[in-house]
């Protein structure tokens, strides 16, 4: 089956850098998606991208975030200024059009962001 | 708003006893998705099974059966003799149907723990 692959599994910065989380989407899909998962805690959904464009965010989704498609294969997000509260697990999801027969989301294996 | 519960926070079991999962949603739409994720210790998220709100019928697949009942917004999750491989976090969640977004609402999940 394809797959969401979502790199590097585990991230390690220090509290005001910026950090960039990469997804490649499996190839065919449209719809993109970043959630994250704090320890423990149910899966949120941040922000959803279609046709180069933000089509829905959640209010976690402050300035601080941004995410990109720079090219046909990924799709980024970056956090600007790291803070303590944005360590969590960070998934990258796609899915693709809707009336698919496979219409429901795919994810990826998870970025594991650690803000020192 | 879209709400997913999911009462119960963790379930331990001994192996082979059979074990059911609740999920209890709400949602102002007429036609929704229903979805069920398994979160192993490895992290990633597994999909399941997906329901349309149109479709009540009972779902089994192997040892996994759905529930589904609008008259009580229920989508119970059933592991019939269970395995010690089934030991995971249990995700339910709902999406709106035909939306701007396949955007999932999840529950806080449910932590099974399945004793040999």
């Known amino acids: 089956e394809p797959e969401v692959t979502q790199t590097p599994s585990h991230q390690v910065t220090q509290m005001g850098q910026e950090v960039i989380l990469r997804c490649v989407p499996i190839?065919?899909?449209?719809?993109f998606y970043w959630y994250r998962q704090i320890l423990g805690q149910k899966v949120e959904f941040l922000v959803s991208?279609?046709?180069?464009?933000?089509?829905?965010k959640s209010e976690i989704f402050d300035d601080q975030f941004s995410v990109e498609r720079p090219d046909g294969s990924n799709f980024t997000l970056k956090i600007r200024s790291t803070k303590l509260e944005d360590s969590a697990m960070y998934f990258c999801?796609?899915?693709?059009?809707?009336?698919?027969?496979?219409?429901?989301?795919?994810f990826g294996s998870g970025t594991q962001l650690s803000v020192l | 708003a879209q709400k997913v519960t999911q009462a119960q926070t963790e379930i331990s079991v001994v192996e082979k006893e059979d074990v059911t999962l609740d999920c209890v949603y709400e949602?102002?739409?007429?036609?929704?998705?229903l979805f069920w994720y398994k979160q192993p210790p490895s992290g990633e998220l597994v999909f399941l099974i997906r329901?349309?709100?149109?479709?009540?019928q009972n779902e089994i697949s192997g040892r996994y059966s759905w529930n589904f009942q609008k008259s009580t917004s229920s989508f119970n999750f059933t592991i019939t003799a269970s395995q010690v491989v089934d030991s995971a976090v249990y995700f339910c969640?709902?999406?709106?149907?035909?939306?701007?977004?396949?955007?999932?609402?999840f529950g806080t999940g449910t932590l099974l723990a399945v004793q040999p």
């Open positions: 999801a796609s899915s693709p059009p809707f009336g698919a027969a496979d219409e429901k989301l795919f």
């Open positions: 190839s065919n899909h449209l719809y």
């Open positions: 991208f279609y046709n180069n464009e933000i089509s829905e």
């Open positions: 949602t102002r739409d007429t036609t929704y998705y």
């Open positions: 329901r349309n709100s149109f479709d009540e």
């Open positions: 969640a709902l999406s709106e149907y035909g939306g701007a977004t396949n955007k999932l609402i």
